[in-house]
């Protein structure tokens, strides 16, 4: 035990009580170790999955050098540089119909989009600037050898590594295992996430709202956030400010998940019993990072289930979601590369009012404005407005050390919706 602490204690400027947004992740991230097992799944199947070996093809493809274009094959030594050439068609090649032959001195033949080029050929002239008089064609100066030819393995390279293990599997590389004729692919197993919110004041939806009350919203949106994510879910419910419930609650999901996500009772005022719970069945390390919103978080690990303790502010448990826990379940799952939100700049259509010293994360509407990308911020920002997060389609990132922005002044976002 004490293993996570040890781990996060070699993480320069590492300081729970007042933890930078970056320390935080670079802490999370030493700490983690993705998932091993894999499984075969038909190839339509494999949408979404992360890739558990590297995929090498086996042959080349296009398979054979072949027309770009639909014209004329022939040979570029056959063609006169500064004058035009007149050549014999031959014969005709199709797209998976080759031309048998070989074309000799003074040759062509027709060719259409993908057909093998035939041998003796290397260059394809284009239809549009031939002129042609029965099996007269008559060729312009002025071609490349090799001009509108596809060459064999120019897409993939036969025994050239295409994917990496850790590739997420997008239309792209369906396609990409598809043009290799593989109809299985082996992808790691799906990560397993328990989660749950804790709270006395929360009511179920579907339930009659009781005083003082409040519908337990951060199920949903947690629920919203790991299902785009392709985990498997494991939903455990509301669960009281109870250590008996909690600790049954949590051993249930560490037993079962590979992380645990929960919303609440990680502040300062309820920490307490949470936090001597929580370091009886396993390790848990509580931090105050400076952020906005978002600042009490827990993680640590109790099993085999890395535990990721979010606030209970209903905008706090989406910011930190999407800062931390997104990218800490994609290195579980097994994902490799770069995988922090894509980040770009735009400019900051008003005045924005920031302290240095915390990270804000502040909600923003990304639009086009005479082909300018501009971000204003949606209306009020508090952590328990959570209209601001459907508003939004993008966070505004203030950095750390940043202070207020002036209006034109440009600034990091992260979009929320990706291409694909
Ligand atoms: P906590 O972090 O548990 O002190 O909660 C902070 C605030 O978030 C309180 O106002 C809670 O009522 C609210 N809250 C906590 N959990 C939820 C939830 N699951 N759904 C909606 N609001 C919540
Ligand atoms: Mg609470």
Redesign the pocket.
């Known amino acids: 035990m004490n293993e996570l602490s040890r781990i996060v204690s070699c993480i320069d400027g590492y300081d729970p009580e007042a933890l930078r947004v970056d320390k935080a992740r670079a802490a999370i991230r030493a700490c983690l170790a993705p998932i091993e097992a894999s499984e075969r799944v038909p190839l339509r199947a494999a949408l979404g999955r992360v890739l558990a070996g590297e995929t090498v093809p086996p042959f080349d493809v296009p398979g054979h050098d072949n027309s770009a274009m639909d014209g004329y094959a022939v040979c570029s030594a056959d063609l006169r540089p500064d004058a035009e050439t007149v050549l014999e068609e031959i014969g005709s090649a199709l797209a998976g119909r080759a031309f048998e032959g070989r074309i000799g001195a003074g040759q062509c033949v027709r060719v259409m989009t993908g057909a093998v080029l035939p041998e003796g050929a290397d260059t394809v002239v284009i239809q549009e600037i031939v002129r042609t008089e029965g099996r007269r064609i008559t060729v312009p100066p002025g071609q490349k050898p090799m001009q509108n030819v596809r060459t064999a393995g120019e897409d993939l390279k036969s025994g050239v590594p295409v994917l990496k293990t850790g590739t997420l599997v997008s239309p792209a590389e369906l396609g990409v295992i598809g043009s290799l004729g593989m109809a299985e692919v082996s992808v790691k197993r799906r990560l397993r996430v328990a989660f749950f919110?804790?709270?006395d004041?929360?009511c179920s939806v579907g339930s009659v709202l009781g005083k003082g009350q409040?519908y337990?919203?951060?199920?949903y949106t947690l629920y919203g956030m790991l299902s785009r994510l392709g985990v498997e879910l494991l939903d455990l419910g509301v669960v009281r400010d109870d250590p008996a419930a909690l600790e049954q609650a949590l051993r249930s999901a560490a037993a079962s998940a590979d992380a645990i996500v929960t919303?609440?009772?990680?502040?300062v005022g309820?920490a307490d019993f949470v936090r001597r719970l929580m370091g009886e069945l396993g390790e848990v390390l509580f931090w105050k990072i400076a952020m906005r919103p978002g600042r009490p978080m827990a993680f640590g690990r109790i099993g085999n289930a890395f535990l990721f303790g979010l606030?209970?502010?209903?905008v706090a448990v989406m910011v930190t979601f999407y800062q931390f826990v997104r990218e800490a379940l994609l290195v579980l799952a097994g994902r490799s590369g770069d995988l922090a939100p894509t980040s770009l700049r735009a400019q900051s259509a008003a005045a924005l009012r920031k302290v240095p010293g915390r990270t804000e994360y502040q909600r923003g509407i990304l639009f086009r404005d005479a082909g300018e990308w501009k971000v204003r911020i949606t209306g009020q920002q508090g952590s328990?407005v959570l209209r601001s997060m459907a508003e939004a389609n993008c966070f505004i990132v203030l950095e750390h050390e940043r202070g207020s922005v002036a209006a034109g002044e440009l600034v990091s976002v992260q979009p929320f919706d990706g291409l694909v």
Do not use: A, Q
């Open positions: 919110s804790t709270g004041e929360l409040v337990d919203s951060n199920r919303s609440g009772g990680v502040s309820e606030p209970g502010n209903p328990g």
